[in-house]
């Protein structure tokens, strides 16, 4: 142990360890990455930083670099704010955990917004003077920039981990079993740091939600204490907004079912959040994708207006259960003109994955 | 068959017949329910009528008879239009599908838009002068009134098909398998005439609600067109709303649980419906209901504010996969500051239940 506001080095025994080192910020490897007014987002001090930057004045251009969850909520806010936006990413599309006709959907939003996306564009270099950032270089063009943002991901910190021997997995993060114990007897793992298991793919999968390294945590906790808990796995469930506009994912996406060698069909429906008729009623897309053949559910996406997101948990909740899509047919859910059209809109494009089969 | 718009009546042969005949609002056998200005709502045209009553003026005091969703719909909708409402209902609470703290709620969400409540109160006569209504009289007081809005419930129109010797069932409602056929070969019976089955108390059920209708419907006409479908029955989901009071309730309520002859623990929690510290959060109160000993979940009740009540379905999904509350901990659902806390208060209350088990 280090005490790090001094010199001092000790050591200490345990009975149980926990390994709780979270994960850090992405930075990408190019010409002047450590300029300043480049900031990643990671922790409640990292965006207190941007906030500040911004208070202090002299900031019109901001371009966002990657189209994930973190760069898609900073679009946001840097537009809310009144910036001029422009966001890049080396993918065809924003949300890379979505299928592309969902992603587009995605991507109309942002330029609803304001947002200007720079897409199969790669990284090349920061522009900087005198140290600060003054534009961000792709291999297409130079996109002036007063701020950047990073949102390139998020690496699990665990080169302690592994150098001390315990064993590692997906994308580096620390593999534990269902109890979240390490490799190593003793040895715990639990948030960002740590794999993950995927519940529809059976395989280990690494993510760094909030959500998950909560449960987690709760799990590790109880059995650090002489419990006994299980943390099963994900569904790779998540939501986000640009706006107005919401955005939500469960299960496995195309290319994910595909990796996997299983074939499957899928449908893509338009429908309403509310009664049509009913005041406020905003368009909704839900994609849901099952296996071909025995109609298993494996994934649904979500873009639409308020009161779109959250019904991705009637999707995850029904993987949870492996139901097919004709079981979510018979779902008794709620309906009422001012909250669904009689058929949710879920299991719409549940009933017509299953005309396919 | 009957000519409505003559006196022709002839014979018509059939191969299959579907019997589509609805339900019809209850009107209480009390002296002066004859009178003018007393409704029923029952259909678009039952709901112009009061429209088209309330535009010609003159109306200022409103007795809703009945504290269901009929009833909580319309005092909302005629509190919206600046009338003085009042609201009566035999039992010591409105919405008598949910347990008493939760109808508490709403019976408080009421109070708040202005609705005075007289409860445990029984409906005696109406006061009349020239065949118009003036007057509600209950076994406690006489409210004055100029307009009598009645959510008493319907009643399944099956005199016809009970005369006919097909065989009837809960609430007089026309008995079907699952395939909506009832116990005469070759006649098939749809919608707010027709019995469903609970698939919680396995038991039959009858409910009138349009989304169940909806789906018997589809079903019939599936099997009389040669087809094969199944409708499994229903989980007594309902959702509605009180102004900005969202309600939702799903499964077994305490005393069906108790008339089942089971034992049941219980949880009721309150939330918010975002992030805590998410500009909009709003409260909510969850409560979950399962079987003692082994955790199965049983059924669920929610009172909240906007993003409250489709939560319903999390839980509706979960019964139909026959989840207990220990399962329900690992659901992976959708977490964002401006769609849930990190756990969803569906499943804090699961959580919350299964400490009691």
Redesign the interface.
Known sequence: MRDLKGDNASWESYDQLLIATGASPISPDVPGADATDIFGVSTLESGLNIHRRLDKGGIKRAVVVGGG?IGLEMAEALVMRGLEVALIDRSAQVMGTLDEEMGALVSQALRDVGVTLYLAEELVEFETASGKVTGVVTDKRTLPADIVILGLGARPNTALAGAAGIPLGEKGSIRVNERMETGIAGIWAAGDCAESFH?VSRKPFYVA????A??QGRVAGINLGGGYAT???????????ICHV?V?R?GLQEKEIEALGLEHVSAVIKSRTKAGYFPGAGEITVKVLAEKGSGRLLGGQIVGKE?S??????L???L??G?TVE?M????????P???P???PVVIAAREVAKKL
Do not use: C, Q
Not at 209 to 212: F, K, R
Not at 231 to 241: L, N, R
Not at 309 to 314: L, P
């Open positions: 969850y519940l939600l909030g959500t998950v909560n449960r943390f099963p796995g994900v569904m790779g469930t998540a939501v986000t907004k919401e939500a469960t009161g997101a959250k019904r991705i948990d009637t995850a909740t029904a949870h259960a139901f079981e047919i018979n779902l008794d859910l709620g309906y009422a001012p909250f669904s009689v058929w949710d």
